[in-house]
């Protein structure tokens, strides 16, 4: 017996991301539906060798419905996950809403699995911020070897993050610098993107941190160990889609960068690809459509007694986004929503 599943939001880029992967991996459904706001009903979205079309998520009836994945963002989240939720729909959530709230279980399946089982509380389930969903996945077994003390991150951030405007503005952008009379101002972003990179992802706190450089520190010590000290810089880049992470770990043991690396090559998730050769690393481009995170670049830091040096890429509408889902659905299921 399968499921019966709902993706809300499946007319945006990471709702049919979703719907791609449960095909792609055969995730056991029994009935989908996909849900959108009113102005998208009726849009048809593929699901494997079927056609869908998207209903309005504001008349949906949840009663009955198994797993909810939802890519709607925070405002419509806190209208419709409760729903979801009090009919007995488990909601594997992907917006920033229940991230840091202590009863609602903030997933990496490679990572915290065995915290699926928290979901009871509240039947949400919380889906990490795309940069630290790689990342943690990078540091878990490392950590696991040595013991982290600190993490020094900065990401070079693709613009789908930022959604389908992002990736229009990074487009209409450069058409516009080639082609005379289409230039275009900034709307998305807060300058322009196409040939630059901004050093700005989400608002300014009061620290001069951004909201994004704060939820990979908060997300990290939730997901892996609150110990762990962790300071980043998040800059938003011209590339279309794929997260890339420079990471600088502080252990408390000696990690030799070769064992380093032989524990990666062993990690779930993981995918070494490290020649010290021209192009013998990952880069956002080769990563996308694909499950791994990538890493490359691993080297001892010279600068500290007990320290590594790698580079992380992925892809973040998969990885950082529909995969996890997808992931934390099928542990859920396995662990948890026994069928059959």
């Known amino acids: 017996m399968g499921y019966k599943v709902v993706v809300a939001g499946a007319t945006g880029n990471v709702g049919r991301e979703m719907l791609n992967i449960l095909a792609e991996r055969q995730f056991p459904v029994d009935e989908i539906a996909a849900l959108a706001s009113r102005r998208s009903m009726g849009t048809e979205i593929s699901f494997g060798d079927k056609t869908l079309k998207a209903q309005d998520i504001e008349t949906f009836d949840w009663a009955g419905w198994d797993i909810a994945l939802f890519a709607i963002g925070s405002e419509a989240t806190k209208i419709h996950a409760p729903k979801a939720a009090a009919a007995g729909c488990v909601v594997i959530d992907n917006s920033s809403l229940y991230r840091y709230d202590p009863d609602v279980p903030l997933i990496v399946p490679e990572v915290n699995a065995d915290a699926i089982f928290g979901y009871a509380k509240k039947n949400i389930i919380a889906n990490p911020n795309c940069s630290t969903a790689q990342m943690v996945v990078a540091l878990k077994p490392l950590h696991d070897r040595a013991r982290i003390k600190r993490v020094v991150v900065s990401t070079y951030q693709s613009v789908s993050g930022a959604g389908k405007e992002g990736i229009d503005e990074l487009w209409d952008q450069t058409k516009g610098i080639y082609v005379p009379g289409q230039e275009r101002e900034p709307k ?3 300058k322009q993107i196409a040939f630059n990179v901004i050093p700005q ?3 300014f706190m009061e620290d001069g941190q951004t909201k994004e450089e704060w939820k990979m520190v908060v997300e990290t010590k939730k997901i892996l160990d609150p110990k762990i000290k962790v300071t980043a810089t998040c800059v938003r880049v011209p590339v279309f889609v794929g997260h890339s992470e420079a990471i600088n770990i502080e252990f408390e043991e ?8 032989d524990i990666l090559r062993e990690a779930p998730g993981v995918l070494v690809i490290d020649k010290r050769e021209p192009g013998g690393y990952i880069t956002p481009i080769e990563c996308v459509g694909d499950y791994a995170t990538y890493v490359s670049r691993i ?3 010279q600068t500290l007694d007990n320290g590594i040096n790698l580079w992380c890429v992925s892809d973040n509408l998969r990885k950082g986004a529909a995969l996890n889902a997808v992931q934390i ?6 662990r948890c929503l026994k069928k059959g």
Do not use: Y
């Open 201 to 203: 992802i989400d608002v």
């Open 329 to 334: 659905a099928e542990v859920l299921g396995n």
């Open 299 to 301: 080297r001892q830091d």
């Open 188 to 190: 998305k972003f807060q």
């Open 254 to 261: 000696f990690l030799d960068e070769d064992e380093a690396r």
